[in-house]
């Protein structure tokens, strides 16, 4: 049976990651950032990069990185979600694993050295089993093509696109890349359209080892993505406990209304659950059941992380409202990313298919009430 507990190292992993963003990025910085219209930080990303080495936590230590696992980014990315912290680390794993796939070593060596930061070419909510974009091969080898709503891209990182027959390394740097802003409800996760005319190529996979590659990066960014769930869910939770004991009506605390525990323990059991589902999506992100994994985990946890921040929002009264109050950033990022990856119900439905549950418009009609709760 998986071992669903955090070990001595992923917790000292954790210990790490949550003190450095606590020193660097408090939520009144992030905050600021936005109202700057600059949420994506560079310095943030840095420090994380050279003190905690997170881009090379899953390259194999022969090819210089630091041999762990997706149990290890799991716990990272449960401290970035809980920070909704404006860094490019989901997609960087992603990618990651798209190389890993392909057996690419010198950009695994890049990256786990953090010479170049890696992005895969697709829109933030391109599930597992969509089909590649409008990109297209021609000669030299050069792509042209669109692709709109990409995250995590940095301005002169690397960009892995696939197109039919393979996936090609890009540099988002080349006059060739034309990169555009778009706007986002969650502005802590800034999205692009990339336009690529005749951009210079190179050639990481082909065939089915690139659609195979391709389809793992997105089941390991569909489960891993949940860890990212669960840390906003448990700031939203442990937030709106903190506020609801010390904010006082009728002369009592409002935590002590059977109401608003009622409401709490509810969605406290909801997140020791989500948390279990996505521990046990982490530890099979590359394994053999990852896609029946990744798929409960985004089944369940993008809907925990929504009401979690939707609780956090209405239990806090009218300071919840608030633009001053960080309880919108974790909204807006619950809500993002239950649409990354593909939606809930979508993940039900391949589910339904996982498991060999009856088809659509079958007698017993299993798979639509799957898919429409």
Known sequence: ????????????????????????????????????????????????????????????????????????????????????????????????????????????????????DVALAVGLATAPDAAPGAVTAGPGPTLSGRVAGVADTAPRGLLLVPTGDGLYAVDAADPAVRTTPVVSLDATRPLVDIEFTAAPARRVAAGEVAATAVRAALTAGAALLASEQVGVAQWCLDTTVDYVRQRRQFGRPVGSF??????????????????????????????????????LAQAYCGPVAVRAAEVCVQLHGGLGFTWEHPAHLYLKRAKSAAIAFGTADRHRAALARLVDLPGPGTADGVTSRCTDR
């Open 1 to 116: 049976m998986t071992d669903l507990l955090y070990d001595s190292d992923e917790e000292a992993l954790r210990g790490s990651v949550r003190a450095l963003l606590t020193t660097h990025a408090p939520w009144q910085r992030i905050l600021a950032a936005v109202d700057a219209d600059a949420p994506y930080d560079a310095e943030l990303w840095r420090r994380l990069v050279d003190q905690t080495g997170v881009t090379g936590l899953v390259v194999p230590a022969e090819h210089g990185g630091a041999g762990a696992g997706f149990r290890e980014v799991a716990v990272v990315l449960e401290e970035l979600g809980r920070a909704v912290a404006p860094v490019p680390f989901l997609g960087t794993v992603v990618a990651t694993r798209a190389l890993l796939a392909c057996g690419e070593s010198t950009l695994l060596r890049q990256v786990a050295a953090a010479e170049r």
């Open 258 to 295: 059977q109401a608003v525990k009622h409401r709490l323990a509810d969605l406290w059991v909801e997140l020791t659950e989500a948390r279990a589902v996505a521990r046990y999506a982490a530890a099979n992100a590359a394994g053999s059941e990852a896609s029946l994994a990744a798929a």
